[in-house]
């Protein structure tokens, strides 16, 4: 029986094949994601589009350096990047690049939204956690 784990990170998508009853990796494969580039200064984005992409070519890579036929995989683990933001249309399709978790663009606008003295309190009220660097003007969606 195999076990098949995949990470999606913010450099790439790693792949493991590994043996369920011993725990001995027999296959790996990598495929890196592009930033894209360009952008101004505390901007981080990625095209969902390549997290995909990459994620099949590290699966790949994977099976074929252990041998292994995706039949034989019996169990599935996951892991990923977090806390970027990423619209989609009404098909799910993504509407623009991905704002990472490492943007730092929006800073000021979270610092005037996070609680503390002199600031409001809606947001941590609401959401019951104060945001992080990556608090997206929605204005940064519409283009």
């Known amino acids: 029986m195999l076990a098949l784990g995949i990470d999606s990170g913010t450099q790439g998508t790693k ?28 901007h981080s984005e990625q095209d969902p589009r390549g997290w995909v992409q990459a994620m099949e070519e590290a699966i790949g890579q994977a099976l074929q350096s252990a041998g292994a036929n995706p039949r034989d995989v019996a ?20 509407l623009r690049p991905a704002k990472l978790w490492n943007d730092t663009s929006t800073v000021e606008e979270t610092e005037e939204n996070s609680p503390g003295p002199g600031r409001p309190q809606s947001f941590y009220r609401q959401a019951g956690n104060k945001p992080g660097g990556g608090l997206y003007r929605f204005q940064d969606f519409l283009a």
């Open 15 to 42: 792949a493991l094949v590994v043996r369920a009853e011993t725990g001995e990796v027999i296959g790996r494969g990598y495929a890196r994601h592009l930033q894209i580039t360009g952008l101004k200064p505390g």
């Open 75 to 94: 169990c599935l683990g996951v892991s990923g990047q977090q806390h970027g933001f990423v619209p989609l249309d009404s098909d799910y399709r993504p």
